[in-house]
C-alpha cells in the first residue's frame, strides 16, 4: 500500500485513490488544507496498484525531444480579455468540442472552491478562463476520463504539470490514442485550499456581500502586465481589486509562504514534459514579436509531442507564429526550477490553521508604509507610461542572465 512518509512526496494528483480497485483510498485534507491519500488498512488488498502509479514515486526520466513553439492570441478581444494570457487553452479547447469531444480543467463551485469540472459546450469554457491559484480538488475526474476513453470519446483534460503526469500514469496504455490532448501549464506552486477559503469568508465579511465571482488575472484596470486580482458580487459588479503587491493572498503566494510542500522540490519542472502542450504567459512579447504587444495578453505554446502539434494544426483562426523553441523558454525559470519554500513558511502554515485571516493579516501581511509605496509607485508608473517600458527592460535583463535554455 502507499505511505507517504514525508509531505513533500505527495502532489495531492490522486492517482493512487483513483487506481485502487477496492476503494481502500481516500484523499484527505491536512491540517495545512491539503490532501494527501488515507489507506483503509482493512479494506487493502496488497495489489500495489497505487504505489505503480505514483508520479513522484515513480519519476519519469527527461527524455530530449524535438520541439516546436507559438506565440498565440485570440482574435476575439473580447474572450482575450476574459482569459489569463493570449487566451490558447480556449482555442484548443473550442476545438475539442467542435470535434464531439469534452473538457477538463479547474473552475469554481457554487462556494468558490477550485475543481476539476467537465465542459462540453464552448459556452462552458467560460468557467475555466482566468487564473485560478488554488490546488483544484480532482474527485474522480481520473476514472471518469478513462471510462470516456473506453467509449471512444475524444477527452482534452488541462491541468498542473504533476496532475498531467498523474493522469497519465493512472490511464497507462490508455493513454495510446489520439482521442486523449493532455495540456499543462507553467506552474508556480499550489497554495492551500484552506488558507484560500479563509481569505474568501474574509471578503465576504469585510465587503459586505455574497462573492460571485474572483479574477486572479483581471486586465480591465491597467492591462496585462499589471494585472489586478478582482472580486465581483452574484449580479456581476466589481467589490474590490488590488495587485500583486497589496492583496494579502497574492502576497503570500508570491512570497512562497502558502505552497504545497512538494511544490519547494516539484519532481515536474522540466522543459521536456509528459504533457501534449504546454502553456504559459508570454509577458516578454515586447521582445519576441513586437506587433503582439498590444498589453491584453499573449500565450506562449510549447509542443511536446506528436497529437499537441495535430491539435495546434488546426488552431487556423487566431494569431499564432512561430518561434524558435530554445528563444521562446529562454529565461523561463518557472519551467525548469522549483520556487524556494520561505524560511518562516512553517510558522505561516501552522496561523493559517489555527487563526481567522484577519489575525493572519495583522500578523504576516500588513499593509504597511513599503506596501503603500509599492503600490503608488506601479500606478504612478502606468500614469506616466513608463510603467511597460520598465517592465520590458526587467525582462531583458532576465533574458541575459545566465540561463541554461536548453533545459
Known sequence: MIKIERREDCSGCTACASICPVDAITMRPDAEGFQYPKVNEKKCIECHLCERVCPIANRKVEQVKKQDAYLFQLKNKTLRMESTSGGAFTAIATQVIREGGVVYGAAYDEDLQVIHMRADSIEDLRKFRNSKYVQSNLGNVFREIRDLLKENQKVCFSGTPCQVEGIKSFLGKLCITDNLLLVDF??????SPLFWRKYI??????LSVKIGNVRFRDKRHYGYKYSQMVITDENG??????????????????????????????????????????????????????????????????VQSERGAEWIAKLKDDVMIPIE??????????L????????????????????????IINIWLPVNLRIKMKTFLRHGLIDLGLYSFLKKLLMKRRLNRNFDSSY
Request: with cysteine; net charge neutral; hydrophobic share 35%.
Open 237 to 302: 459588479g466589481e467589490r474590490y481589486h488590488q495587485g500583486v503587491e497589496s492583496d494579502p493572498y497574492l502576497r503570500a503566494f508570491f512570497s512562497n509562504l502558502s505552497d504545497r510542500p512538494s511544490c519547494y522540490s516539484c519532481a515536474f519542472k522540466k522543459r521536456y514534459r509528459e504533457s501534449d502542450i504546454t502553456l504559459w504567459d508570454c509577458f516578454d512579447v515586447g521582445l519576441k514579436a513586437k506587433t503582439l504587444d498590444d498589453d491584453l495578453g499573449t500565450t506562449n505554446i510549447l
Open 186 to 191: 507553467v506552474c508556480h506552486a499550489v497554495p
Open 336 to 359: 525548469v526550477r522549483s520556487v524556494p519554500q520561505a524560511e518562516n513558511r512553517a510558522a505561516f502554515m501552522k496561523d493559517v490553521a489555527d487563526k481567522d485571516m484577519q489575525e
Open 325 to 334: 523553441a530554445n528563444k521562446c523558454v529562454a529565461g523561463m525559470r518557472e
Open 201 to 206: 469568508h474574509w471578503q465576504e465579511k469585510r
